[in-house]
């Protein structure tokens, strides 16, 4: 009788002990795992440089009068395994002051991030969204729910009139400008 208990006891023990290995092995083998992924995945994850000054026009394209327009932004993007060149990574309103500055403000909307549009008859920016409004200088109206101002993004005007813009995006739904990756 007293054997059977002991018997009893050393199986339970070993099951334990088993089931502990089995536990804690596996538990092992996530972490490399899981990390693989995570490099695995990065790629894909990885966005057009932010940050870096983009050739978007010429300033032959914008009228001298101020009134705004949207251009693409094209940037090449690289990930690990393949290169594309010339992909949209965003687009801009670009505006030509009469004192001959150029503004460059990014077309969405800090509110929720929509696309805002210019409305030439209201000679500003609209939210289709919530109805954020802007001035054509960017400046948020009155009685809109966006936080901020339309987001200005810095221009360099170089050599033969080429415009680039550092290209970058913001998070929405806060006062201060916060960039996002
Ligand atoms: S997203 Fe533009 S007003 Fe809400």
Known sequence: ???????????????????????????????????????????????????????????????????????????????????YANVPVGAVYLRRTSEGIVEAFNVVCPHAGCFVDFSAERNGFLCPCHNSSFTVAGKINPGSPSPRDLDALPVELRQDGEVWVVFQNFKTGEKEKVPVA
Do not use: H, Y
């Not at 002990?17 to 804690?24: F, S």
């Open 1 to 83: 009788m007293e054997l059977k208990e002991t018997t009893q006891k050393t199986d339970r023990r070993d099951f334990v002990k088993r089931a502990l290995a089995v536990v804690i092995g596996g538990i092992a083998g996530l972490v490399p795992a899981a990390a693989g992924l995570m490099v695995l995945l990065d790629p894909l994850r990885r966005k057009a440089a932010a940050g870096a000054a983009i050739k978007v026009t010429t300033l032959e394209a914008l009228p001298k009068d101020g009134v705004p327009r949207k251009f693409p932004v094209l940037a090449n993007r690289t990930d690990a395994w393949n290169k």
